[in-house]
């Protein structure tokens, strides 16, 4: 049998691999830079347990707490389950936490609320502003480690993981489709013929299906982010108040991390974080945990979100959060993985893997949420990339 070539070496790419190698299909998986080099390593890191969509959509909620659970099970090398708190800051904030926890509650989510006092106790440096909070099970992703144990454990079933190489064109065959590909570090270039391909390019997705003669409607929607040094907190802490910008502070081992803010673009390539989403971020930071903006800066950064849709001509369309698998008409055997989040990113590879597995009659036998993932190390100890 052909391979299924996936295109997209990120958290989607890399646990679609591992979901169809774990049922018996060969896959060849091609990244045209480093593995988790696009948006994958570039998230804030927050295992969402779906909290920040309850009151809004309670079905992503649900789906952000059933995977969380999984990863955390799965994974746990990759996975801190430090937990959570949702602050109120003002009157604003506090009323929301009327909608927020009975939301929580349809959702299935363990919310606790908290005075103010009971929270500093938690995280002594909040804010002597927080009047009350909601404690929640949010956690932290470390971003590389959690992609790089999907890919041991592909790599340890089989699949053929090339870096630095570019999918260049898609062409029908007799049996199906063959892709071109490009070494990009001898610049030589080879067709091998495949039973399916999936398109897991992430906000370069429409490019991907552009060369496969295909049209998507995707938004690449950028944000920033800033990381300061000092573990100022141990839990995620966000604002009780509807999804926006610079709402979050994740710990990352011995730095806080402040995202995110959002725009839409047309070229995900070679994104710079805007310098007036800084005064913004560092700002709502401290708000929330006093001395966050006269941090030492570590770094600043931007990471584009494949959402699926597309903006209106003012950039402020509705994009959606959840994710999508598009089996292309005008190519049979081509498939498109848009949209999701992090935390989902199993879901979002069982299901391209079942939308493939469909289309060659097979059946799924396996499913990964019931296998313990390698360690992110095994990739190295094994000499399996090179």
């Not at 009047?131 to 999907?150: C, H, K, M, N, Q």
């Not at 992090?342 to 590879?349: E, I, N, P, Q, S």
């Amino acid at each position: 049998m052909n391979p299924v070539c996936i295109v997209g070496g990120g958290g989607t790419g890399i646990a679609s691999a591992y979901d169809l190698a774990l049922n018996g299909i060969p896959v060849l998986l091609v990244e045209r830079g480093e593995f988790t080099s696009g948006t994958t390593g570039r998230h804030h890191g927050q295992l969402h347990c779906g909290a920040r969509y309850a009151v809004g959509d309670p079905d992503i909620a649900r789906e952000c707490l059933l995977e969380a659970r999984i990863l955390r099970r799965i994974a746990s090398q990759a996975i801190e389950f430090n937990r959570g708190l949702f602050v109120a800051l003002d009157a604003d904030d506090a009323a929301y936490a009327d909608a927020f926890l009975p939301a929580c509650g349809r959702a299935g989510i363990p919310a606790r609320r908290l005075t103010g006092n009971r929270a500093r106790e938690l995280e002594p440096s909040l804010s002597r502003r927080v009047r009350l909070a909601v404690e929640v099970p949010d956690g932290t992703i470390d971003a590389y480690r959690l992609p790089l144990s999907f890919l041991a454990s592909a790599l340890r079933l089989g699949v053929r993981a090339r870096r630095f190489t570019r999918m260049e064109a898609v062409h029908p065959t007799g049996g199906g489709l063959a892709v071109t590909l490009k070494d990009l570090t001898r610049g030589s270039r080879e067709t091998i013929e495949v039973s399916a391909v999936i398109n897991a390019g992430g906000p370069w997705a429409g490019i991907v299906a552009a060369a496969a003669g295909c049209s998507l409607a995707i938004t690449p929607t950028p944000g920033t982010m800033i990381a300061v040094a000092g573990r100022m907190t141990d839990r995620v802490i966000s604002r009780l108040r509807p999804p926006g910008n610079g709402d979050i502070l994740v710990p990352q081992r011995l730095q806080t991390i402040i995202g995110t803010t959002e725009w839409t673009t047309t070229d995900p390539e070679a994104l710079q974080p805007r310098r007036e989403d800084f005064e913004m971020l560092l700002a709502e930071g401290e708000k929330m945990v006093p001395g966050y903006a006269r941090g030492k800066l570590i770094s600043t950064w931007a990471a584009a979100r494949p959402l699926a849709g597309r903006s209106d001509e003012t950039g402020h369309a509705r994009l959606s959060r959840n994710f999508e698998i598009i089996h292309h008409n005008d190519a049979p055997g081509f498939f498109s993985v848009i949209g999701g989040k992090a935390t989902v990113l199993r879901a979002m590879g069982e299901a391209a893997a079942d939308a493939v597995l469909d289309y060659l009659g097979k059946k799924r036998s396996k499913s990964s949420a019931d296998y313990s993932l390698l360690s992110w190390r095994d990739v190295f100890r094994k000499g399996c990339l090179t």
